[in-house]
């Protein structure tokens, strides 16, 4: 089966994590520009095959190229510079088998910048996340206005260059769509606790603002 899914972990205080194998709907680019991303990415091949990317567009002032990892050891395949490349412009990464752990770094240069980020942030040094990704549709023309049907429908993979002391995480300086390639999301939201207790901070102020009104009425 062809389709490239998107499961959604969640990653609940006290409760088990909620799988949900549904197609994610395409939010492009990162919604939350100037938060550094809470999700970790897994990336699995899909079937026995190349892993093929598509460049999607870049903000970024550095030059930089996509490489990939296939169980822990790169490919030795480097491309797609953002500098050079045409929206559009596509590059196989390696070929891998079904079930394959996949990584994506984006290799900035000069080097002395920082810099190779990983798509896995256990990679990068204690520096954080440095990818967004999500499901892309082929149809949408959300990917930096890009027309439909120019890229195919695939996995979007958007890279953050610097490091989090000078990040905007915007996580649109380097961005591509792989294709042969499944995503899990692994997120944590706020603990199932903290509502309740800012549900009870509400409920003593207000407790407080009462008591100064008996004690002192207008």
């Known amino acids: 089966m062809n389709k490239i899914l998107l499961a959604v972990v969640l990653v ?28 970790t990415y897994t ?6 095959g190349p892993v093929t990317a598509y460049f999607a567009g870049s903000a970024a002032g550095f030059s930089e190229v996509l490489g990939m990892t296939v169980n822990g ?29 996949i990584a994506f770094f984006d290799q900035v240069s000069p080097l002395n910048t920082g810099d190779i980020w990983y798509s896995d942030p256990a990679l990068n040094g204690g520096d954080g996340q440095h990818v967004y990704s999500t499901f892309y549709d082929g149809l949408s023309d959300s990917i930096l206005h890009v027309p439909a049907g120019v890229i195919p429908a695939g996995v979007y993979v958007g890279f953050e260059d610097l490091k989090k002391g000078l990040s905007n995480f915007d ?48």
């Open 12 to 39: 609940a205080v006290g409760a088990g994590p909620l799988v949900s194998t549904a197609r994610a709907s395409t939010v492009i680019p990162y919604p939350n520009k100037g938060i550094e991303n809470s999700g």
């Open 43 to 48: 990336f699995t091949a899909i079937n026995d």
């Open 73 to 101: 050891i790169p490919t030795g395949i480097t491309g797609l510079n953002d500098h050079s490349s045409h929206i559009g412009d596509s590059l196989v990464l390696g070929n891998v088998h079904a079930g394959d752990t």
């Open 171 to 218: 996580y649109l300086d380097d961005t591509f769509v792989v294709t042969n390639v499944s995503s899990t999301t692994d997120v944590t939201p706020l603990p199932a606790t903290l509502p309740l207790f800012a549900t009870g901070l509400g409920g003593l102020a207000l407790l407080s603002w009462r008591r100064k009104r008996l004690k002192y009425p207008p």
